[in-house]
Protein backbone atom coordinates (compact mmCIF):
# COMPACT_ATOMS: atom_id res chain seq x y z
CA UNK A 1 0.00 0.00 0.00
CA UNK A 2 1.42 3.49 -0.87
CA UNK A 3 2.63 5.53 1.92
CA UNK A 4 1.75 9.36 1.69
CA UNK A 5 0.63 9.75 5.06
CA UNK A 6 2.80 12.83 5.55
CA UNK A 7 1.63 14.58 2.48
CA UNK A 8 0.10 17.46 2.25
CA UNK A 9 -2.31 18.04 -0.67
CA UNK A 10 -4.11 21.29 -1.84
CA UNK A 11 -7.38 21.26 -3.49
CA UNK A 12 -8.70 24.20 -5.42
CA UNK A 13 -12.55 24.25 -5.63
CA UNK A 14 -15.75 26.27 -5.45
CA UNK A 15 -19.35 26.37 -6.42
CA UNK A 16 -19.92 23.47 -9.68
CA UNK A 17 -17.38 21.57 -8.78
CA UNK A 18 -17.58 17.72 -10.47
CA UNK A 19 -18.73 15.93 -7.62
CA UNK A 20 -16.82 13.16 -8.39
CA UNK A 21 -13.44 14.73 -9.28
CA UNK A 22 -13.03 15.92 -5.69
CA UNK A 23 -14.96 13.57 -3.80
CA UNK A 24 -13.64 10.32 -4.77
CA UNK A 25 -9.33 11.23 -5.30
CA UNK A 26 -9.55 13.24 -1.97
CA UNK A 27 -11.29 10.04 -0.23
CA UNK A 28 -8.38 7.89 -1.48
CA UNK A 29 -5.77 10.86 -0.37
CA UNK A 30 -7.55 10.67 3.15
CA UNK A 31 -7.22 6.83 3.31
CA UNK A 32 -3.80 6.43 2.62
CA UNK A 33 -3.31 9.29 5.27
CA UNK A 34 -2.66 12.45 3.56
CA UNK A 35 -3.72 15.50 4.73
CA UNK A 36 -6.00 17.20 2.22
CA UNK A 37 -6.77 21.14 2.81
CA UNK A 38 -9.16 22.49 0.70
CA UNK A 39 -9.24 26.18 -0.79
CA UNK A 40 -11.65 28.47 -2.31
CA UNK A 41 -13.52 31.59 -3.12
CA UNK A 42 -14.97 31.85 0.33
CA UNK A 43 -15.63 29.59 3.37
CA UNK A 44 -19.35 29.12 2.77
CA UNK A 45 -20.26 25.43 1.85
CA UNK A 46 -19.83 25.00 -1.92
CA UNK A 47 -21.70 23.15 -4.04
CA UNK A 48 -20.95 19.82 -5.93
CA UNK A 49 -22.62 18.62 -9.17
CA UNK A 50 -22.97 15.64 -11.45
CA UNK A 51 -22.35 15.83 -14.57
CA UNK A 52 -23.17 19.76 -14.57
CA UNK A 53 -26.82 18.86 -14.65
CA UNK A 54 -28.19 17.68 -11.11
CA UNK A 55 -26.87 19.59 -7.73
CA UNK A 56 -24.76 17.03 -5.53
CA UNK A 57 -22.86 16.90 -2.14
CA UNK A 58 -21.16 20.19 -0.60
CA UNK A 59 -18.82 20.30 1.01
CA UNK A 60 -17.25 23.10 3.45
CA UNK A 61 -13.90 24.78 2.27
CA UNK A 62 -10.93 24.53 4.78
CA UNK A 63 -9.35 28.37 4.15
CA UNK A 64 -10.14 31.35 1.25
CA UNK A 65 -7.37 31.59 -1.53
CA UNK A 66 -5.84 34.60 -0.27
CA UNK A 67 -4.42 31.97 2.75
CA UNK A 68 -2.96 29.46 0.91
CA UNK A 69 0.96 29.20 0.60
CA UNK A 70 2.42 26.55 -1.55
CA UNK A 71 4.98 26.17 0.29
CA UNK A 72 3.10 24.62 2.71
CA UNK A 73 1.45 21.66 0.30
CA UNK A 74 3.29 18.89 -1.76
CA UNK A 75 0.47 18.65 -4.63
CA UNK A 76 -2.04 20.54 -5.81
CA UNK A 77 -5.26 18.79 -7.26
CA UNK A 78 -7.87 20.69 -9.56
CA UNK A 79 -11.05 18.46 -10.16
CA UNK A 80 -13.35 19.43 -13.09
CA UNK A 81 -16.88 20.42 -13.35
CA UNK A 82 -17.69 23.35 -16.36
CA UNK A 83 -18.77 26.12 -13.83
CA UNK A 84 -16.10 25.44 -11.40
CA UNK A 85 -12.76 26.24 -13.05
CA UNK A 86 -14.31 28.97 -14.90
CA UNK A 87 -14.55 31.12 -11.55
CA UNK A 88 -11.51 30.09 -10.44
CA UNK A 89 -9.84 31.39 -13.72
CA UNK A 90 -11.49 34.80 -12.63
CA UNK A 91 -9.83 35.05 -9.26
CA UNK A 92 -6.23 36.37 -9.17
CA UNK A 93 -5.59 34.23 -6.08
CA UNK A 94 -6.10 30.90 -7.83
CA UNK A 95 -3.99 31.83 -10.73
CA UNK A 96 -1.14 32.42 -8.12
CA UNK A 97 -1.46 29.55 -6.23
CA UNK A 98 -0.80 27.69 -9.65
CA UNK A 99 1.41 29.48 -10.57
CA UNK A 100 3.08 29.31 -6.95
CA UNK A 101 3.02 25.12 -7.64
CA UNK A 102 4.99 25.55 -11.36
CA UNK A 103 7.04 27.93 -10.13
CA UNK A 104 8.49 25.23 -7.28
CA UNK A 105 8.06 22.19 -9.36
CA UNK A 106 5.14 20.17 -7.25
CA UNK A 107 2.83 18.00 -8.47
CA UNK A 108 -0.10 19.58 -10.24
CA UNK A 109 -3.08 17.37 -11.12
CA UNK A 110 -6.14 18.66 -12.98
CA UNK A 111 -8.62 16.45 -14.60
CA UNK A 112 -11.80 17.37 -16.72
CA UNK A 113 -12.19 20.82 -17.05
CA UNK A 114 -9.68 21.98 -14.43
CA UNK A 115 -7.21 22.57 -16.92
CA UNK A 116 -9.32 25.96 -17.67
CA UNK A 117 -7.31 26.83 -14.64
CA UNK A 118 -3.83 26.30 -15.96
CA UNK A 119 -4.47 28.07 -19.07
CA UNK A 120 -4.93 30.98 -17.59
CA UNK A 121 -2.31 30.70 -15.46
CA UNK A 122 -0.10 30.55 -18.85
CA UNK A 123 1.98 27.35 -17.12
CA UNK A 124 1.20 24.76 -20.31
CA UNK A 125 2.87 26.45 -22.57
CA UNK A 126 5.03 23.64 -24.22
CA UNK A 127 3.61 21.09 -21.82
CA UNK A 128 1.79 18.11 -23.27
CA UNK A 129 -1.96 17.30 -21.61
CA UNK A 130 -5.02 16.11 -21.76
CA UNK A 131 -8.62 17.22 -20.66
CA UNK A 132 -12.12 17.36 -21.66
CA UNK A 133 -12.94 17.75 -25.40
CA UNK A 134 -14.50 21.02 -25.04
CA UNK A 135 -11.60 22.49 -23.21
CA UNK A 136 -9.06 21.31 -26.08
CA UNK A 137 -8.76 24.38 -27.62
CA UNK A 138 -8.16 26.57 -25.06
CA UNK A 139 -5.16 24.83 -23.48
CA UNK A 140 -3.78 24.12 -27.55
CA UNK A 141 -4.43 28.41 -27.38
CA UNK A 142 -2.02 28.62 -24.44
CA UNK A 143 0.70 26.19 -26.07
CA UNK A 144 -0.01 22.60 -25.07
CA UNK A 145 0.13 20.33 -26.96
CA UNK A 146 -3.29 18.11 -26.47
CA UNK A 147 -3.93 14.18 -26.53
CA UNK A 148 -6.92 12.28 -25.79
CA UNK A 149 -5.13 10.02 -23.04
CA UNK A 150 -6.74 8.83 -20.03
CA UNK A 151 -4.39 9.95 -17.72
CA UNK A 152 -1.25 11.77 -19.36
CA UNK A 153 2.26 12.50 -17.10
CA UNK A 154 4.53 15.62 -18.23
CA UNK A 155 6.59 15.89 -15.22
CA UNK A 156 5.18 17.10 -12.54
CA UNK A 157 1.69 17.44 -14.18
CA UNK A 158 -0.90 15.07 -13.79
CA UNK A 159 -4.09 15.54 -16.08
CA UNK A 160 -6.94 13.11 -17.26
CA UNK A 161 -10.48 13.61 -19.44
CA UNK A 162 -13.17 12.65 -17.20
CA UNK A 163 -15.22 11.30 -14.24
CA UNK A 164 -14.32 7.84 -15.67
CA UNK A 165 -10.20 8.40 -15.35
CA UNK A 166 -10.60 9.24 -11.71
CA UNK A 167 -9.08 5.74 -10.85
CA UNK A 168 -5.90 6.48 -13.29
CA UNK A 169 -5.77 9.91 -12.16
CA UNK A 170 -5.46 8.97 -8.73
CA UNK A 171 -2.83 6.51 -9.14
CA UNK A 172 -0.88 8.76 -11.04
CA UNK A 173 -1.00 11.21 -8.26
CA UNK A 174 -0.35 9.68 -5.50
CA UNK A 175 2.79 7.29 -7.19
CA UNK A 176 3.48 11.23 -7.80
CA UNK A 177 3.57 12.59 -4.23
CA UNK A 178 5.37 9.44 -3.17
CA UNK A 179 8.32 10.10 -5.41
CA UNK A 180 8.55 13.24 -3.04
Known amino acids: MPMIDKSKILILATDGFEQ ?21 IKTDPI ?11 TITPDLVLA ?31 VRDFFAA ?10 PWLLA ?6 GRTLTSWP ?20 DGRLITSRKPDDIPAFTEALIKSIERD
Request: glycine fraction near 6%; proline fraction near 3%.
Open 67 to 97: DVDAADYDALLIPGGTTNPDKMRLESEALRI
Open 20 to 40: SELFKPRESLLDLGAEVTLAS
Open 134 to 153: SVRTDLKNAGATVVDEQVHI
Open 47 to 57: QGMEHDTEKAA
Open 120 to 125: EADVID
Open 105 to 114: DKTVAAICHG
